[in-house]
């Protein structure tokens, strides 16, 4: 047997074998009159353990390409191509062939780990249930009569909502819109994705934060994008390196988070956001403003985003309600260009048929009450008093041995670890003492980093939380 396995691959060895094996038995390398090699032999052949070669003979008798008979060793199955026996298709092969890219191991894994065990949650980006506004949307649901359509809404949304989204940012975030600008997205992972499909090509490069959401997003490889990065200081990226890079590799779209970013709760203050906005003006380069947070603030300010500055129609504006309202209710929009917002509401329109009319219908309801604002505020005191709990854990555990800048707003805190550790172990060390965080390199190219999320767990949790990261990081 001439075939040796590639031990650098991703792919397991047992999977590469009951390829090479299924590869072989449809182009006659393996005629059905002749044994395949037993286990023994051919896990001594090619080096491995006979777990191996159980587990690939596993696969291929499952597809019904092989069948193991009691003294006379596996043989291929004479009826593979007949109609006695039913074939289950390799599935796992078109698990790896498909064109939409998984997320990585370690996202999988850590969502995995939340969703089975009872951990303390500082990696999720979701808020606790004590802080969605349920009182008031229990009360919308009971007390007033819904007036939509059970059938296919408008395919940019509900024309009221959209209304409502128009007068809402136009009060809050100083951004100038009309309904017919604006597409309801199911959240703003939604629009992202829209944006990347509909307005990019393979081969079109794109700046990106580093780090960020978006540094590890599988939409960008899946779409054959390109991305390059631009380095996260105290206040933003520079615009300068922006430039530098345009220069390089013809930028075709900037992605920001520029109020309170993920992961490092920086915020770009109002003279460099004019700066992005100059260099995307004269290169003719759109910028798609992800903005979560900006009514975040706990001081209180009125953050300035990029589209409120944006006199030439350069920025798409992405929004959601799942970062400060709920994010079961899958509310969120992009504002952007007439053509723009057509283009991606026709593709909106062939994945799903637009958005559910009844979460529209909430959304609007709650959006236009006074019990919006004042749910914000109380969910801005909240996120402060979460803020200040989990920095204080840090300086008591911690003190010597991570850096971090306190965010303003937001949810996430972005720490360097002074010390020198294996990003992997330090996980899993923190999920054995029931502590579940993101760990930095998922989120950027500099090694070092953890990001914990204070929004989905309590200030004793919090507290609780970071004891059993510090006790993690001590036991390497």
């Not at 024309?159 to 100083?174: M, S």
């Not at 920001?256 to 380069?285: M, V």
């Not at 060390?429 to 929004?455: C, D, H, L, N, W």
Request: glycine share 6%; hydrophobic share 35%.
């Amino acid at each position: 047997m001439d075939w040796k396995p590639d031990r650098k691959a991703k792919k397991a060895i047992y999977k590469q074998l009951a390829e090479y094996f299924e590869n072989g038995i449809a182009n006659g390398t393996f005629p059905p009159d002749k044994p395949l090699p037993s286990e023994r032999s051919l896990a001594k052949e090619l080096n491995v353990n006979r777990s191996t070669v159980v587990s690939a003979y596993d696969e291929l008798e499952s597809n019904g390409l092989i069948q193991r008979n009691r003294g006379s060793g596996t043989t291929i199955s004479k009826d593979i191509w007949g109609i006695t026996k039913k074939r289950i298709p390799s599935w796992n092969r078109y698990i790896e062939a498909g064109s939409f890219l998984p997320n990585l191991p370690v996202t999988q894994r850590i969502r995995k780990e939340a969703v089975e065990h009872k951990l303390i949650n500082l990696a999720s980006g979701e808020l606790s249930e004590d802080l969605f506004p349920l009182d008031s949307l229990r009360w919308i649901t009971n007390t007033r009569s819904f007036i939509g359509s059970l059938g296919y809404d408008h395919p940019q949304g509900n024309v009221i909502l959209r209304e409502t989204i128009t007068n809402h940012v136009k009060l809050l975030r100083r951004i100038e819109t009309d309904p017919s600008s604006i597409l309801i997205t199911s959240g703003a992972q939604q629009a992202l994705h829209l944006v990347v499909q509909c307005l990019l090509k393979p081969g079109d490069a794109v700046a990106i934060e580093d780090p960020s959401y978006s540094f590890n997003l599988p939409i960008f490889k899946t779409a054959g994008i390109k991305p390059y990065y631009l380095s996260v200081e105290k206040d933003g990226i520079n615009p300068n390196e922006l430039l530098d890079l345009h220069k390089k590799h013809r930028i075709k779209m900037i992605f920001l988070n520029p109020s309170f970013q993920n992961p490092t709760g920086t915020l770009i203050r109002e003279k460099k956001g004019k700066a992005i906005l100059d260099i995307s003006s004269e290169h003719g380069i759109p910028v798609v403003e992800d903005d979560p947070y900006s009514l975040t603030s706990f001081r209180g300010e009125e953050v300035t985003t990029l589209k409120s500055m944006d006199v030439n129609g350069n920025v798409l504006y992405i929004s959601s309600l799942s970062k400060i309202v709920a994010s079961g209710l899958r509310i969120g929009w992009i504002i952007g260009p007439k053509p723009v917002i057509e283009r991606l509401s026709d593709a909106k329109q062939q994945i799903d048929f637009g958005h559910a009319s009844f979460t529209q219908w909430i959304a609007n309801d709650f959006l236009e009450s006074d019990s919006f604002h004042l749910h914000i505020k109380r969910l801005v005191k909240e996120l402060k008093k979460r803020r200040d709990q989990i920095v204080t854990s840090l300086d008591f555990y911690l003190k010597d041995q991570i850096e971090f800048a306190i965010p303003e707003g937001g949810i996430h805190i972005w720490c360097k670890v002074k010390k020198d550790f294996n990003e992997i172990q330090l996980l899993e060390e923190s999920i054995k003492r029931g502590v579940i965080y993101v760990p930095g390199y998922t989120m950027g190219s500099k090694k070092g980093y953890v990001r914990f999320t204070f929004a989905r767990e309590d200030e004793e949790s919090i507290h609780e939380g970071i004891k059993r990261f510090a006790d993690a990081l001590n036991s390497l």
